[in-house]
């Protein structure tokens, strides 16, 4: 009797069928045991291999800054203080690919941001205060000191930070006063810059509102290219024709790229 069961329950565990019959599907369990170990296993292989990149990420940061980093990596790095056991490479990615830049994700409102998947409050409120704070401080330098027209390097920088990385053409103004300290600067227009897309009366209209004595117009040009379009000259010749009627100077407008500035004053437009 004891053989014929030891031959039964080798000959039923060959075909898998001997747990199902004999243990009510104890096998099933054990192999679904398995399985989730198996998942269990590999996932925790994945949190220590995303924890030891995350750590290199890190030390390179401390080493040599943000020298070397491209903007994927340099918004990967500042999901790891917000985003747990996560891949936050492909994170990162998925945000550029949406959002195009590093500058437009920073100054996205916090419900907006909170759309994407992993991107809670807690990194939303992070992402906000980080811009507001790189703005403020850069915005603080150039804020009621004299500025020297385009050779002021704190304004320049203040105008690279905000103007580099958008993907379309933006134009701003810095209104002054008479000692040619700043008294405000706005984003008034967006899109491709020319006299239909400008409209003069509303520029006049901010001047007053702050009693500027003077502006400085500053555009981006996405492409990259520092050289003034036709369109640039003649919208610059014609505000300045409109602002020497109501005694307000047109100190200079400033073109803003990835390969530097371009000043129309410098360059004997104004």
């Not at 599907?25 to 030891?52: A, H, S, V, Y």
């Not at 890190?58 to 891949?87: M, P």
């Not at 330098?141 to 304004?155: A, P």
């Not at 920088?157 to 810095?174: A, G, T």
């Amino acid at each position: 009797m004891v053989n014929y069961l030891s031959k039964s329950k080798a000959f039923l565990e060959k075909f898998g069928l001997y747990y199902d019959i004999f243990l009510g599907g104890k096998m099933k369990r054990d192999n679904g045991n398995k399985n989730n170990k198996k998942i269990d296993f590999e996932r925790m292989l994945d949190e220590e291999k995303e924890k030891g990149h995350r750590e290199r990420l890190r030390q390179r940061f401390l080493s040599t800054g943000a020298k070397g980093f491209t903007d994927c990596e340099i918004l990967e790095l500042l999901l790891t203080y917000t985003v747990t056991r996560k891949n936050c490479r492909g994170i990162a990615e998925e945000l550029l690919r949406k959002y195009r830049d590093l500058y437009t994700i920073l100054k996205q409102p916090g419900e907006e941001l909170q759309k994407n998947k992993y991107m809670t409050e807690r990194a939303a409120v992070f992402f906000k205060l980080l811009f507001e704070i790189i703005e403020n401080e850069l915005y603080k330098k150039v804020y009621n000191e004299r500025i020297v027209l385009s050779s002021n390097l704190k304004l320049l920088n203040y105008l690279k930070f905000s103007l580099l990385s958008r993907d379309i053409e933006v134009f701003k103004v810095l209104f002054l006063n008479t000692q040619n300290e700043l008294l405000k600067e706005e984003e008034l227009f967006f899109g491709t810059i020319d006299r239909s897309t400008v409209y003069i009366r509303e520029l006049v209209k901010k001047i007053l509102e702050y009693n500027a004595k003077g502006v400085i117009l500053v555009h981006n040009h996405p492409s990259g290219s520092l050289k003034p379009s036709e369109s640039d000259i003649l919208l610059t010749r014609k505000v300045k024709e409109v602002l020497e009627n109501i005694e307000i100077r047109l100190l200079d407008h400033l073109i803003i790229s990835e390969r530097g500035h371009f000043s129309f004053l410098e360059g004997g437009i104004l």
